[in-house]
């Protein structure tokens, strides 16, 4: 093989769908990941994410529909002669060979004589040079970790293939694989494709994420657009936490009136995924880190032209940067505020009547014919069904 | 694959693309892995069963030869004439595996959980005996057991064996020669299938179940009976089978270890297929012990509710 | 009283220790009488101590050769049931096909049923086709009966082998070929390797299957039955001496072996 592999290209399915007997994992979809980028495939176990994946590596064959690389159809070739290379859920190192030969191994396959020097440059890439004599089972997760991504970068592949690669680590590793697989990919410039459940591991590394439920993809974009911009409830929920206020449409115009629980709220109209129908129903939406919180004696004091809803402080939780409310409300049962702890006010305690407030700017509208729950509790309600490998 | 369902084919919906299929000549694998395995076992296991059924209800002699006369009456005096080696060879095999459960028990408990840093040694020590030729060690039994020897002796001076010839077990000066020789011997020559089950099973249990069963008050017998017992029940289900399944067909203790009244069906059936030539009636007697014997194991796997085994 | 709480306390271990001496005791026998000078021809009484049978442990007619004969059996039958029976364990854990049950069920059915009963049938089938009994005969028996010890060891192995560590090798450029030859067959080796041992011992140890099946053919294990028959030469107990000694030996420097491997890997 030669240098071409690394200039790839663009990984493009089209139409891709997977079917077992008569569950479908994948619904068809189509999914184009740009040459070099960071692209994280997000969603709760069962949602058809590793399948994708899978038929990315071809490990995997795709019932319908094709897989492209750098404008060349991949669909019919083995996973062994596919320039894309995996990094396995719980890493699949191989236990009868050391660390030297896992990294070598493909380099050996594909016949190349001389692997010292690369496999070499590999360990000092992910910093294992003292270890290169080591069985796999002598290592710590991390450090086995690393063995797996080095063991699928030495081949220079087009796609690097990413399945929950940090998923048996603990929290503090996690981080510091994060920050270290991003400074990789930066440094070696190969597409990434990452399989993940944890939205944060998706939105800290991915330039580019796509959120999938129950095998389809439900959203796809930046993570701050993702986050700012939900286009279902499922993502809205999914990723960070949303307070959902169901409501009729009054008015349309720039801005959409809807009034709920009483009171009259406004959203931007281009920031409404629903139909803008004057008498039809609509969920509004906004983070709970977007939401500032007074007590009720000092309502007056609220600039003009925000949404308000009045409430009463049911619990509070102190986390150290913030402080986390659960408001009771007509406009929902259990409204989220956080709250930077800045100026924190005294009177702000479980049983303190209060008005929540935000920029109207920061509301979304989504449909309401979904339900208000997909995506909470990390589960879409899909959840009887794993991922079949 | 269900057909309730049927994935869109191009015919169905023209728009969609082609469905693949998996290739038939990887679905075939399994098969030419299985076969040449499988057909050994059919041609020198399972065709050999329906020759033997044949051969039991034939009729005949060995200079004019065999011939099938559906002549069933031969499975009747089969068990007629030699009853008492069938029921002998169960109450043997029976109280062997008794015997081996309740001596290989305590062996397979010590190695799991009491032998720490000596526990490969005991191991080896289980399994040793194997590697020399079970013949030879069943004949050291003789010496062992042998009229005027040191066991028998011992067991004269501490009246025992007038307990068990009382009870039939021995004669009133020898132990050789007599039934429980016999059943000695298949002990002996059978534990080590009933410790090495045991021990598996046993070296799975959690150690820190025992000391959960001691928090929530249970004394160490009863930690015993209810924690460490039971879990390892599927150990004493193949255990005991792999002892009673093969010590019910044996003849080799019987033979070397006992006397004519001691004699199993494994014998008749040896002795009637290499001696006596009557086909017929050894064919019939190896067919109703096979019944028997896959009758109790069926029997008894599905009391213990164990199915896993294999 | 103090002896008797310390039997008391030490009771599973008294009667485990009891146990083992039982099973280790007629190997002690085995040992001692190969050094005994017997008047006559059985060698079941202690006469006087004596090397000549380990100075000529092949001076008993026809005993070296069949130990040789066993030896070979074994050698054959340990290939081919170690060959089939890990296509099928292979076969059982990693496909799906029809008539599982059925495979398994004559997987099983060997091993639950006493060995006389198969040692008869397959007598039964020979007799019927006329074959000549000898070599031949107990080598396809052997086989067969090992056959079924040796899927479920490897099965277990198969079993619990990451399908995953194939993938990965997949993944990196090897074809169905390699990977099987590179990644499958060293991981699944130790499963294969106790089968075919487990195999070795069944076959070069069997007697019942072999006494019906052998016609004059004469293994070591019938030799010794025969000579329990006509009187038993030291040589046998030299032989069953030699072998445990040897045994024994082996596991225990590939134990130091593997525990020194283990030490010097360790940081």
């Keep these: 093989m030669t240098q071409q592999q690394t200039t790839g290209g663009d990984v493009r399915l089209t139409g891709i769908s997977k079917t077992y007997g008569s569950f479908t994992a994948v619904h068809p979809l189509d999914l184009t990941v740009p040459q070099g980028s960071f692209f994280a495939l997000l969603g709760a176990s069962g949602c058809g994410k590793t399948t994708t994946l899978r038929i990315i590596a071809g490990l995997e064959e795709a019932t319908t529909g094709t897989v492209s690389l750098g404008g060349k159809d991949i669909t019919g070739l083995p996973a062994y002669k596919r320039p894309v290379n995996t990094v396995f859920q719980s890493y699949a190192l191989f236990p009868h060979l050391d660390i030297t030969e896992n990294i070598a191994f493909g380099l050996r396959r594909r016949g190349v ?13 992910v910093q ?7 069985k796999p089972h002598q290592l710590s997760g991390g450090q086995q970790q690393r063995v797996a991504v080095a063991r699928a970068l030495i081949n220079h592949p087009q796609v690097l293939l990413l399945d929950e690669p940090l998923g048996a680590l603990d929290l503090k590793l996690r981080r510091r694989m994060q920050l270290e697989l991003k400074r990789i990919q930066t440094e070696v410039g190969i597409t990434f494709v990452h399989v993940t459940h944890d939205q944060e591991e998706a939105m800290t590394m991915a330039d580019t994420v796509a959120v999938m439920n129950g095998g389809r993809v439900e959203q796809l974009g930046a993570p701050a657009d993702l986050y700012e911009n939900p286009k279902t409830t499922f993502v809205a929920n999914f990723l960070g936490t949303s307070n959902l206020i169901e409501g009729e449409i009054a008015g349309c115009g720039t801005d959409i009136v809807v009034s709920a629980g009483g009171g009259k709220l406004r959203l931007p109209g281009d920031r409404c995924s629903a139909p803008a129908v004057t008498g039809g129903r609509v969920l509004l939406g906004i983070r709970p880190e977007k939401i500032s919180l007074a007590h009720a004696d000092a309502a007056g004091r609220i600039a003009e032209g925000r949404n308000r809803v009045t409430g009463r402080i049911v619990d509070s939780s102190f986390i150290g940067v913030s402080t986390q409310y659960v408001v009771e409300s007509p406009a929902g049962r259990e409204l989220q505020v956080y709250e930077q702890n800045i100026e924190r006010d005294a009177r702000l305690v479980p049983g303190a009547e209060v008005v929540l407030h935000w920029n109207p700017a920061h509301t979304f509208g989504l449909d309401a014919s979904q339900s208000k729950l997909a995506g909470t509790m990390g589960d879409a309600g899909v959840e009887t069904v794993e991922d079949v490998s | 694959m269900t057909l309730t369902e049927a994935p869109p084919t191009p015919a169905a919906e023209p728009a969609g693309p082609p469905v693949r299929k998996p290739s038939a000549r990887r679905r075939l694998v399994p098969y030419w892995l299985l076969l040449p395995g499988i ?14 059924a044949s051969t039991s209800v034939q009729t005949g002699s060995l200079e004019q030869g065999f ?20 029921v002998r060879s169960l109450l043997y095999a029976g109280s062997a595996t008794v015997l081996c459960l309740v001596l290989g028990y305590p062996l397979a408990y010590l190695i799991a959980f009491k032998a720490g840093r000596w526990r490969n040694l005991v191991l080896v020590l289980v399994i040793a005996p194997f590697f020399t030729s079970f013949l030879i060690r069943t004949l050291a039994w003789k010496t062992i057991l042998a009229d005027g020897g040191a066991v028998v002796d011992l067991m004269n001076t501490l009246h025992v064996l007038d307990v068990t010839s009382w009870l039939g077990w021995t004669e009133s000066n020898r132990v050789l020669a007599t039934p429980m020789a016999v059943v000695c011997g298949l002990t002996y020559n059978f534990l080590p299938f009933m410790i090495l089950p045991l021990y598996t099973s046993l070296e799975r249990i959690d150690g820190r179940l025992h000391e959960a069963a001691g928090d929530l008050y249970a004394t160490p017998a009863t930690t015993f009976r209810k924690v460490t017992f039971p879990l390892s029940m599927p150990g004493v289900v193949s255990g005991t089978l792999l002892t009673f399944i093969p010590a019910s067909g044996d003849y080799v203790n019987a033979e070397l270890l006992g006397s004519t009244d001691t004699k199993m069906v494994g014998s008749v059936i040896q ?3 290499l001696r006596v030539l009557d086909y017929p009636t050894a064919a019939a007697l190896s067919f109703i012990l096979m019944a028997i014997v896959l009758l109790t194991v069926t029997f008894y796997i599905r009391r213990s509710g164990t199915e896993d085994l294999v | 009283m103090p002896a008797l709480r310390w039997i008391r306390r030490n009771l599973i271990v008294i009667a485990g220790l ?8 007629p190997n002690v026998v085995v040992m001692v009488f190969s050094f005994n000078k017997p008047n006559g021809r059985f060698n ?5 101590f004596s090397l000549d049978a380990w100075k000529d442990p092949c001076g008993v007619a026809d005993l070296c050769s069949s130990l040789s004969l066993s030896f070979r059996i074994a050698v054959w039958a340990t290939i081919g049931a170690t060959v089939l029976g890990t296509m099928i364990a292979f076969a059982l854990v990693r496909y799906r096909f029809r008539a599982r049950g059925a495979v398994n069920s004559l997987i099983f059915l060997p091993m639950a049923m006493p060995e006389v009963v198969m040692a008869a049938s397959l007598l039964t089938l020979f007799l019927n086709m006329g074959a000549e009994l000898g070599y031949r005969t107990v080598l396809i028996a052997h086989i067969m009966f090992c056959l079924s010890f040796v899927v479920t060891a490897v099965k277990a192995r198969v079993m619990s082998m990451d399908p995953k560590l194939e993938e990965a090798a997949r993944d990196l450029y090897a074809g169905p070929v390699q990977t099987f030859v590179r990644v499958t067959l060293p991981i699944a080796a130790p499963g294969i390797a106790a089968g075919a041992l487990l195999a070795f011992a069944l076959s070069f140890d069997d007697f019942i299957i072999t006494n019906f099946n052998a016609g004059s053919t004469v293994t070591f294990p019938m030799f010794v039955w025969g000579s329990a028959q006509r009187g038993t030469p030291v040589q046998i107990n030299v032989v069953g001496t030699a072998m445990f000694v040897i045994a024994v030996t082996v596991v225990l420097v590939g134990q130091l072996v593997a525990n020194r491997r283990k030490n010097n890997a360790r940081p």
Excluded: N
């Excluded at chain 2, 057909?39 to 033997?52: D, H, K, T």
């Excluded at chain 2, 011939?67 to 069938?86: G, I, K």
């Excluded at chain 3, 079941?44 to 006087?48: E, G, I, R, S, T």
């Design chain 2, 67 to 86: 011939e099938v006369t559906w002549h069933f009456r031969t499975y009747w005096d089969a068990l007629r004439d030699y009853y008492p080696q069938f």
């Design chain 2, 39 to 52: 057909l050994w076992l059919i041609v020198f296991f399972a065709v050999p069963l329906v020759y033997q």
């Design chain 1, 113 to 125: 004589k001389s692997v010292r020097k690369q496999v070499g440059d590999m360990l000092e890439l």
């Design chain 3, 44 to 48: 079941y009484a202690w006469q006087q």
């Design chain 3, 18 to 25: 009891l146990t083992l001496a039982y099973m280790i005791v």
């Design chain 2, 271 to 273: 002795s009637q297929f």
């Design chain 1, 128 to 134: 294992l040079g003292d270890f290169a004599r080591r």
